[in-house]
Every structure is written in structure tokens, then in C-alpha cells.
């Protein structure tokens, strides 16, 4: 390994810089702490930055967050470490449009609670009393978890028994799937598949096998309380950004370009850690605890040393099936689409095809979604038009993918050769074309100055997320029955991001990494 520079002794390090890893850095640093965050790329960020082209600013991957008002839940995370008022948000009252072609409809889909459920009603008026009935006993359960923290620290006791009465009433959606509770209430097909848009997209989940309980609270979260969808000014990676100023403003020491290589055990305890330089050679720290900000099947098969788990946490782990990864294509244009009446941040699209859709499983492994017959696309220049000059557009269309079609097309060492090129250069068009139809507009190839596709190797290279997925495992059932804790088995070592509890999405795992921040802050004072 060469001559290992000694950062000597900290009382804790943080591995990875994702949203979690950035909250629980800084809630270590706000109380006196000295902690080393290590990074593997560049800039700070995770899943949770963005790129830029030119004149383009991309958004890796962020579409909302929720609840970022004073007084919200994503508002009163940031309060923890004294970051509030340092991000501004920007509100989306809409989701975007959602065009039917067969169905003959097209409507704009409200984030707030009532709207959302009038707008059902207006599209599905057959389906009225259902509807009603599902948000009727769905959205006061919503409501009252998101605000479990603060009924538990003030509230009365009228607010508590709805509390306790809303967890028992969650509790029993466990091990559930979503479809099955859904047509307890209505059966249209169409009906179904839109109510399950939303969170089986955030998740990367097939809507026939995702979680109920995960795929209920994921679409409540931003429908309760008025409605609560946001996206950083700057996009997210300026949040990022401002999270790990703010570390080293507390001094905290920050190592961009150095990512873990090894965690270190002594007695039974992580006692420290290697780290290799991007610019060649290595460091090595010592710390009292150590936080890992990531993929737990990195931790247990690379970072951790034989011996240094139990052998049946290792197993357990890697039993586990990751979520779905996507292809994003990020399109810079020399067009103003706000100007020519596209004004919606989102637009999905639904055309009848001339054959049977294909499947899920047939797209992805022949890596043909020119016969696909739905698309979206998101246009970020309308939701922040920082990201690009007046008079042009930032749009992103975004597929399901899995992994194996990209590994195997990658060289030795993971090189991405020409068989890789090859294979993005095939997928560039196809996924073109879906965000023309998406759009309504086209040809879009003599008017984009940015072109670039982010495939499941893209994002595992990123973010170390096995697969490429991007909100750590896949939410069925049986996985979301038995989540990871963020205690390790190794007393000094926790976990946090969207592979432990509570789980994926931004607000997630911001409290994750502030509750990893807890029991290590727990554990230093003991020891």
C-alpha cells in the first residue's frame, strides 16, 4: 500500500457524504466533537448533487423533498444542526401533468390532499366512494405519524391516543402489498396504476410487489397538510454543498477524493480507518466510533475485514435484493419550453401501443424501450430556471433498469469500453424519442447542445450503491418486515442511509443520519 499518512485520533468517522452522512457529521461537530467525513468523489452530495455541461446544470437525481416550511419535518431536521434558512425552497403545487392518450385525459396531478382526491373523483367518478374512503382513513394516519415527534415532546393526551391509534393502524398494513389494500377500496385498473405512480416511482419498485405501508406513506407525505412538495433552489447538490460548508465552518475535517478502504478493528471495536487517495497514496485515522453513510453490502464485503461482522449478519445481508436502478437521459436544449406552453415541471404520458406492452423484465434485458408505451420527462428549467440561461431548457426522461445488461457490457476492471459505449450510444435515441413523445415536441436531437445518459454503472460509480439502485433495497414486503437497524453488531459502528431504517427518500435519511449521530453521541459519552 505505499507510506500511510496518520490523521491521528478522532472521536468519530463518517463514511460517505450523502444526505445522511452530512446530517450526522454535522450534528457530531454542533456538539464539540472532532469527526473526519471521508468521500470517495469529488464533491460532497451522494445521490443529492448535481452536474454540470456547459451552460447546464443536471439534477443527479432529486426530484422533491417534502415538508421544508417552517415548522416542517424536513425544516425541523435541518433546525437539529442549525442549518434552517440556509437553503431556500422552491414550492410545486403539481406534480406535473398526466396525459392518458388511450383513456382521452390529460390533467395536472396537486400535490395537496383535497385537490388530489377531487381530481380522482373528476376522472373517476365511478370510483368516488372508494376514493374517498381510502384517503378518508389514510390521510389522518399520515398526518399524525409526520407529526409523531412533536405529540410525543407537547401534545395532549387526546393528540397522543391519536397518535397510538394511527401507529396501531399503520402497524397493520404490515407484510402487505399495496395493490391488494388498494382494491379494498377500488378496482379500476387505470385508477390503480395512477394511485401507485408516485411512490413505486421514488421507490424503484414494480407497483405489483411493492410495500403497502411504505408505498401509502411515501405518496401521504407530500398530500397532508396542504401539500408539501419542494426543491432546493440551486438544485440539491447546492444542499449538499451547504451542509458540508457548514461542517467545516464547525471544524469538521472534510476529505473530498478519499474514499474508505478499510475499517480497522481492535478488541471486537472499529478502531479507525484507511483511506486511499484518488491522487495516489494512503491516510489512516483512528476514532473512539465510526458511521457508515452507505451501502451496508459494501460494508460487509469490502470495508470490514473477515472476522470483523458475524458471519450470519454477512449472510443476512447479502440475501437481500436491491432495488431497481434506472437510465436517466439528461437533455440540455436550445429551446424554451415554458415559452411554447409546456409549463408543467413533470409530464407522463400513456399511448395505446400496436401490440401487447411489453414487461418490465422484456425491456430491461434487451435493453429495447423504444416499444414502450408510457414515458416522462421532467423539466427542472420550470422548476428552477437557475439551472440553464433564459431561452433554453434542462430536461431529464427517466426508465426502470437493471444492472446486467450494463455489467456485462463492461471490460476488465470495470472498464467502460467500447461495447459499453456502444450500448449507450443504441439506448440514447430510444430514450430520445420517449421524452419527445412525453414532451409533445420533437425532433429534440438538432436542438440539444447537452446529450447524456447516466446508465446503473453511472450510478453505482457515484453513489456505491450496489446496482446502481437508488434508495437502497427493493420495498416488498418481506424486506420492509425486517429493516436493518442503524446499531450495527459492533458496538461502536452505525449505520445510516437508504439501506437501514427508516429507510430511503431525502427526509429519510436526514433522520437517519442525525439518529446515527444520537447513538454514537450515546455511546462516546459512555465510553
Not at 296 to 323: F, H, M
Not at 469 to 492: F, H, K, L, M
Request: glycine share 12%; aromatic share 6%; hydrophobic share 40%.
Amino acid at each position: 500500500m505505499g507510506e500511510i499518512e496518520d490523521l491521528g485520533q478522532f472521536d468519530a468517522i463518517v463514511i460517505g457524504t450523502g444526505m445522511a452522512g452530512l446530517m450526522a457529521g454535522n450534528s457530531l461537530a454542533t456538539e464539540g466533537r472532532r469527526v473526519l467525513m471521508l468521500e470517495k468523489h469529488s464533491t460532497p452530495g451522494g445521490c443529492t448533487m448535481n452536474f454540470e455541461r456547459g451552460d447546464y446544470r443536471f439534477e443527479a437525481s432529486n426530484h422533491v423533498i417534502n415538508s421544508c416550511e417552517p415548522g416542517g419535518m424536513t425544516y425541523r431536521l435541518l433546525e437539529r444542526v442549525g442549518a434552517e434558512g440556509r437553503v431556500e425552497f422552491l414550492k410545486l403545487d403539481s406534480f406535473g401533468r398526466m396525459v392518458d392518450e388511450a383513456r382521452g385525459t390529460d390533467f395536472s396531478l396537486p400535490w395537496a390532499l383535497d385537490p388530489h382526491v377531487e381530481m380522482l373523483v373528476t376522472n373517476f367518478p365511478h370510483e368516488e366512494a372508494g376514493i374517498r374512503a381510502f384517503y378518508a382513513k389514510y390521510g389522518p394516519i399520515a398526518e399524525a405519524l409526520l407529526a409523531s415527534q412533536e405529540i410525543s415532546e407537547g401534545g395532549d393526551a387526546a393528540a397522543r391516543e391519536q397518535l397510538a391509534e394511527a401507529v396501531r393502524e399503520y402497524g397493520t398494513l404490515a407484510g402487505r402489498k399495496a395493490l391488494e389494500v388498494l382494491k379494498e377500496f377500488v378496482s379500476d385498473p387505470s385508477l390503480i396504476e395512477l394511485m401507485l405512480a408516485i411512490p413505486s416511482g421514488f421507490m424503484g419498485t414494480s407497483p405489483q410487489v411493492i410495500d403497502a405501508a411504505s408505498a401509502i406513506m411515501c405518496d401521504l407525505v407530500f398530500r397532508v397538510d396542504g401539500g408539501q412538495a419542494y426543491y432546493p433552489k440551486g438544485g440539491s447538490g447546492h444542499m449538499s454543498q451547504t451542509l458540508a460548508d457548514l461542517f467545516e465552518e464547525r471544524g469538521g475535517e472534510l476529505r473530498l477524493e478519499q474514499g474508505a478502504t478499510e475499517i480497522t478493528f481492535e478488541d471486537g471495536r472499529a478502531s479507525g480507518v484507511i483511506s486511499r487517495r484518488r491522487s495516489g497514496g494512503s491516510i489512516s485515522a483512528r476514532a473512539r466510533c465510526v458511521i457508515h453513510a452507505g451501502d451496508v453490502t459494501a460494508l460487509v464485503n469490502t470495508l470490514c475485514p473477515e472476522g470483523g461482522l458475524p458471519d450470519d449478519y454477512v449472510k443476512s445481508i447479502n440475501r437481500r435484493r436491491p432495488g431497481i436502478s434506472t437510465l436517466i437521459l439528461f437533455a440540455g436544449l436550445d429551446l424554451d419550453l415554458r415559452a411554447m406552453g409546456l409549463t408543467a415541471c413533470e409530464i407522463s404520458r400513456n399511448w395505446e401501443s400496436d401490440g401487447p406492452p411489453p414487461s418490465f423484465d422484456e425491456m430491461t434485458q434487451m435493453g429495447d424501450y423504444s416499444t414502450s408505451n408510457s414515458a416522462m420527462a421532467t423539466i427542472y428549467s420550470n422548476i428552477d430556471p437557475s439551472c440553464c440561461p433564459p431561452g433554453k431548457s434542462v430536461v431529464a426522461t427517466m426508465m426502470l433498469a437493471t444492472p446486467e445488461l450494463f455489467e456485462d457490457a463492461l471490460g476488465p476492471n470495470r472498464h467502460r469500453g467500447r461495447n459499453y459505449k456502444a450500448l449507450k450510444d443504441r439506448l440514447i435515441p430510444q430514450l430520445l424519442a420517449n421524452m419527445e413523445r412525453a414532451l409533445g415536441v420533437g425532433p429534440l436531437a438538432e436542438h440539444a447542445e447537452v446529450l447524456e445518459l447516466a446508465t446503473p454503472v453511472t450510478i453505482e460509480r457515484f453513489t456505491e450503491n450496489r446496482g446502481g439502485a437508488y434508495v437502497g433495497w427493493r420495498y416488498t414486503a418481506d424486506q420492509v418486515r425486517t429493516p436493518i437497524p442503524q446499531q450495527s453488531p459492533v458496538e461502536n459502528l452505525f449505520l445510516c442511509g437508504h439501506w437501514v431504517e427508516p429507510g430511503g427518500g431525502v427526509s429519510n435519511v436526514m433522520s437517519g443520519g442525525l439518529n446515527a449521530a444520537d447513538l454514537a453521541l450515546d455511546y462516546l459519552k459512555r465510553a
